[in-house]
T-cell receptor
Framework: GESVGLHLPTLSVQEGDNSIINCAYS??????FIWYKQESGKGPQFIID?????DKRQGQRVTVLLNKTVKHLSLQIAATQPGDSAVYFC??????????FGTGTRLKVLA | DTEVTQTPKHLVMGMTNKKSLKCEQH?????MYWYKQKAKKPPELMFV???????INESVPSRFSPECPNSSLLNLHLHALQPEDSALYLC?????????????FGAGSRLTVL
Protein backbone atom coordinates (compact mmCIF):
# COMPACT_ATOMS: atom_id res chain seq x y z
CA GLY A 1 0.00 0.00 0.00
CA GLU A 2 0.95 3.68 0.02
CA SER A 3 1.34 6.23 2.77
CA VAL A 4 1.88 9.96 2.38
CA GLY A 5 2.49 12.92 4.64
CA LEU A 6 5.68 13.56 6.54
CA HIS A 7 7.14 10.31 5.28
CA LEU A 8 8.09 9.26 1.81
CA PRO A 9 5.30 7.53 -0.10
CA THR A 10 5.90 3.82 0.31
CA LEU A 11 5.12 0.93 -2.00
CA SER A 12 5.24 -2.56 -0.50
CA VAL A 13 5.39 -5.53 -2.87
CA GLN A 14 5.90 -9.25 -2.50
CA GLU A 15 9.17 -10.66 -3.76
CA GLY A 16 8.67 -11.89 -7.31
CA ASP A 17 5.77 -9.54 -8.07
CA ASN A 18 6.00 -6.60 -10.46
CA SER A 19 6.37 -3.07 -9.07
CA ILE A 20 5.06 0.14 -10.59
CA ILE A 21 6.37 3.44 -9.29
CA ASN A 22 4.78 6.64 -10.52
CA CYS A 23 6.02 10.18 -10.90
CA ALA A 24 4.39 13.41 -11.99
CA TYR A 25 6.36 16.31 -13.41
CA SER A 26 5.22 19.87 -13.91
CA UNK A 27 7.32 21.37 -16.69
CA UNK A 28 5.89 20.70 -20.14
CA UNK A 29 9.21 21.86 -21.63
CA UNK A 30 11.12 18.97 -20.03
CA UNK A 31 12.83 16.95 -22.75
CA UNK A 32 14.61 14.18 -20.89
CA PHE A 33 13.79 12.01 -17.89
CA ILE A 34 15.83 9.75 -15.66
CA TRP A 35 14.96 7.24 -12.95
CA TYR A 36 17.36 6.88 -10.04
CA LYS A 37 17.61 4.38 -7.20
CA GLN A 38 19.01 5.56 -3.88
CA GLU A 39 19.99 3.15 -1.14
CA SER A 40 20.56 4.27 2.42
CA GLY A 41 23.83 6.19 2.81
CA LYS A 42 24.55 6.26 -0.92
CA GLY A 43 24.17 8.66 -3.80
CA PRO A 44 21.48 8.22 -6.46
CA GLN A 45 22.26 5.46 -8.94
CA PHE A 46 21.10 5.59 -12.57
CA ILE A 47 18.48 3.01 -13.57
CA ILE A 48 17.02 4.03 -16.93
CA ASP A 49 16.31 7.14 -18.97
CA UNK A 50 13.95 8.26 -21.71
CA UNK A 51 13.83 11.18 -24.07
CA UNK A 52 10.64 13.13 -24.68
CA UNK A 53 10.31 11.84 -28.25
CA UNK A 54 9.69 8.33 -26.89
CA ASP A 55 6.87 6.89 -24.81
CA LYS A 56 8.45 3.63 -23.70
CA ARG A 57 11.91 2.28 -23.09
CA GLN A 58 12.99 -1.09 -21.74
CA GLY A 59 16.05 -2.17 -19.86
CA GLN A 60 16.95 -5.26 -17.95
CA ARG A 61 13.90 -5.98 -15.74
CA VAL A 62 12.88 -2.31 -15.91
CA THR A 63 10.58 -0.36 -18.22
CA VAL A 64 9.92 3.36 -18.23
CA LEU A 65 6.69 4.77 -19.64
CA LEU A 66 6.24 8.44 -20.47
CA ASN A 67 2.86 10.13 -20.94
CA LYS A 68 3.52 13.72 -21.96
CA THR A 69 -0.17 14.54 -22.23
CA VAL A 70 -0.65 14.21 -18.49
CA LYS A 71 3.01 14.81 -17.56
CA HIS A 72 3.39 11.40 -15.97
CA LEU A 73 6.26 8.95 -15.80
CA SER A 74 6.27 5.41 -14.46
CA LEU A 75 8.92 2.83 -13.66
CA GLN A 76 8.02 -0.83 -13.88
CA ILE A 77 10.26 -3.38 -12.21
CA ALA A 78 9.66 -7.00 -13.17
CA ALA A 79 10.06 -9.85 -10.68
CA THR A 80 10.99 -7.53 -7.81
CA GLN A 81 13.88 -8.75 -5.68
CA PRO A 82 14.99 -7.87 -2.12
CA GLY A 83 17.91 -5.94 -3.61
CA ASP A 84 15.41 -3.60 -5.27
CA SER A 85 14.43 -2.18 -1.86
CA ALA A 86 15.42 1.49 -1.97
CA VAL A 87 14.05 4.97 -2.61
CA TYR A 88 13.29 5.70 -6.26
CA PHE A 89 13.36 9.19 -7.74
CA CYS A 90 12.45 10.48 -11.16
CA UNK A 91 14.26 13.53 -12.50
CA UNK A 92 13.29 15.71 -15.43
CA UNK A 93 15.47 18.10 -17.36
CA UNK A 94 14.49 21.52 -18.63
CA UNK A 95 17.22 23.49 -20.34
CA UNK A 96 20.68 22.01 -20.74
CA UNK A 97 21.53 21.52 -17.07
CA UNK A 98 18.46 21.90 -14.89
CA UNK A 99 17.61 18.44 -13.54
CA UNK A 100 14.79 18.54 -11.00
CA PHE A 101 13.90 15.56 -8.83
CA GLY A 102 10.45 14.32 -7.93
CA THR A 103 9.30 13.55 -4.40
CA GLY A 104 10.50 9.94 -4.36
CA THR A 105 8.92 6.61 -3.47
CA ARG A 106 10.26 4.05 -1.00
CA LEU A 107 10.00 0.52 -2.35
CA LYS A 108 9.84 -2.25 0.27
CA VAL A 109 10.15 -5.81 -0.94
CA LEU A 110 8.47 -8.34 1.32
CA ALA A 111 9.90 -11.84 1.52
CA ASP B 1 37.07 5.63 -14.31
CA THR B 2 33.29 6.01 -14.05
CA GLU B 3 33.09 7.46 -10.57
CA VAL B 4 32.47 10.73 -8.85
CA THR B 5 34.49 10.91 -5.65
CA GLN B 6 33.44 13.15 -2.77
CA THR B 7 35.41 14.03 0.34
CA PRO B 8 34.98 14.07 3.23
CA LYS B 9 32.22 11.48 3.70
CA HIS B 10 31.23 13.07 7.01
CA LEU B 11 31.84 16.57 8.34
CA VAL B 12 30.84 18.15 11.63
CA MET B 13 31.33 21.88 11.95
CA GLY B 14 30.37 24.75 14.20
CA MET B 15 28.50 27.80 12.97
CA THR B 16 31.69 29.90 12.98
CA ASN B 17 33.86 27.41 11.14
CA LYS B 18 35.06 27.51 7.54
CA LYS B 19 35.24 24.19 5.75
CA SER B 20 35.14 22.84 2.21
CA LEU B 21 33.58 19.88 0.45
CA LYS B 22 35.45 18.44 -2.51
CA CYS B 23 34.36 16.53 -5.59
CA GLU B 24 36.44 14.93 -8.34
CA GLN B 25 35.64 13.11 -11.58
CA HIS B 26 37.82 11.80 -14.39
CA UNK B 27 35.14 10.93 -16.94
CA UNK B 28 35.79 14.01 -19.06
CA UNK B 29 32.44 15.49 -18.05
CA UNK B 30 32.32 19.25 -18.52
CA UNK B 31 29.23 19.91 -16.37
CA MET B 32 29.38 19.53 -12.58
CA TYR B 33 26.61 19.98 -10.06
CA TRP B 34 25.97 20.45 -6.35
CA TYR B 35 22.74 19.16 -4.85
CA LYS B 36 21.52 19.32 -1.25
CA GLN B 37 19.43 16.49 0.17
CA LYS B 38 17.57 16.56 3.48
CA ALA B 39 16.29 13.36 5.07
CA LYS B 40 13.32 11.79 3.26
CA LYS B 41 13.43 14.51 0.59
CA PRO B 42 14.62 14.60 -3.03
CA PRO B 43 17.94 16.18 -3.98
CA GLU B 44 17.60 19.95 -4.54
CA LEU B 45 19.73 21.65 -7.17
CA MET B 46 22.12 24.28 -5.80
CA PHE B 47 24.75 25.07 -8.46
CA VAL B 48 25.80 24.00 -11.94
CA UNK B 49 29.16 24.62 -13.59
CA UNK B 50 29.69 24.12 -17.29
CA UNK B 51 33.14 24.45 -18.83
CA UNK B 52 34.32 25.60 -15.39
CA UNK B 53 31.96 28.59 -15.37
CA UNK B 54 28.96 28.99 -13.07
CA UNK B 55 25.84 28.42 -15.17
CA ILE B 56 23.14 28.03 -12.52
CA ASN B 57 22.83 29.35 -8.97
CA GLU B 58 19.45 28.39 -7.53
CA SER B 59 19.32 31.41 -5.20
CA VAL B 60 21.61 29.69 -2.72
CA PRO B 61 22.66 31.77 0.35
CA SER B 62 26.12 33.29 0.08
CA ARG B 63 27.37 31.22 3.03
CA PHE B 64 27.75 28.49 0.35
CA SER B 65 30.44 29.38 -2.17
CA PRO B 66 31.15 27.04 -5.09
CA GLU B 67 34.39 26.86 -6.99
CA CYS B 68 35.47 24.90 -10.06
CA PRO B 69 39.29 25.08 -10.28
CA ASN B 70 39.49 22.82 -13.33
CA SER B 71 37.39 20.44 -15.40
CA SER B 72 37.84 17.57 -12.93
CA LEU B 73 37.33 19.32 -9.59
CA LEU B 74 34.43 21.01 -7.87
CA ASN B 75 34.52 22.52 -4.39
CA LEU B 76 31.86 23.86 -2.07
CA HIS B 77 33.19 26.31 0.51
CA LEU B 78 31.16 26.61 3.68
CA HIS B 79 31.19 29.54 6.09
CA ALA B 80 28.90 30.67 8.91
CA LEU B 81 26.44 27.86 8.30
CA GLN B 82 23.25 27.33 10.28
CA PRO B 83 22.04 24.07 11.87
CA GLU B 84 19.33 23.84 9.20
CA ASP B 85 22.10 23.50 6.60
CA SER B 86 22.80 20.03 7.97
CA ALA B 87 22.16 17.66 5.06
CA LEU B 88 23.71 15.29 2.56
CA TYR B 89 25.56 17.26 -0.13
CA LEU B 90 25.73 15.44 -3.44
CA CYS B 91 28.05 16.18 -6.32
CA UNK B 92 27.22 15.03 -9.84
CA UNK B 93 28.69 15.36 -13.30
CA UNK B 94 27.48 14.94 -16.85
CA UNK B 95 28.52 15.37 -20.44
CA UNK B 96 27.44 18.46 -22.34
CA UNK B 97 25.89 17.55 -25.65
CA UNK B 98 22.55 17.42 -27.32
CA UNK B 99 20.43 14.53 -26.13
CA UNK B 100 20.64 12.20 -23.19
CA UNK B 101 23.14 13.27 -20.53
CA UNK B 102 22.94 11.10 -17.47
CA UNK B 103 23.90 12.69 -14.17
CA UNK B 104 26.48 10.54 -12.39
CA PHE B 105 26.43 11.08 -8.64
CA GLY B 106 28.98 10.67 -5.91
CA ALA B 107 28.17 9.05 -2.57
CA GLY B 108 27.74 12.42 -0.90
CA SER B 109 29.20 14.32 2.04
CA ARG B 110 27.05 14.25 5.15
CA LEU B 111 27.30 17.62 6.90
CA THR B 112 26.26 18.30 10.47
CA VAL B 113 26.26 21.91 11.69
CA LEU B 114 26.26 22.31 15.45
Amino acid sequence: GESVGLHLPTLSVQEGDNSIINCAYSNSASDYFIWYKQESGKGPQFIIDIRSNMDKRQGQRVTVLLNKTVKHLSLQIAATQPGDSAVYFCADRSGTYKYIFGTGTRLKVLA
Amino acid sequence: DTEVTQTPKHLVMGMTNKKSLKCEQHMGHRAMYWYKQKAKKPPELMFVYSYEKLSINESVPSRFSPECPNSSLLNLHLHALQPEDSALYLCASSQIQLGANVLTFGAGSRLTVL
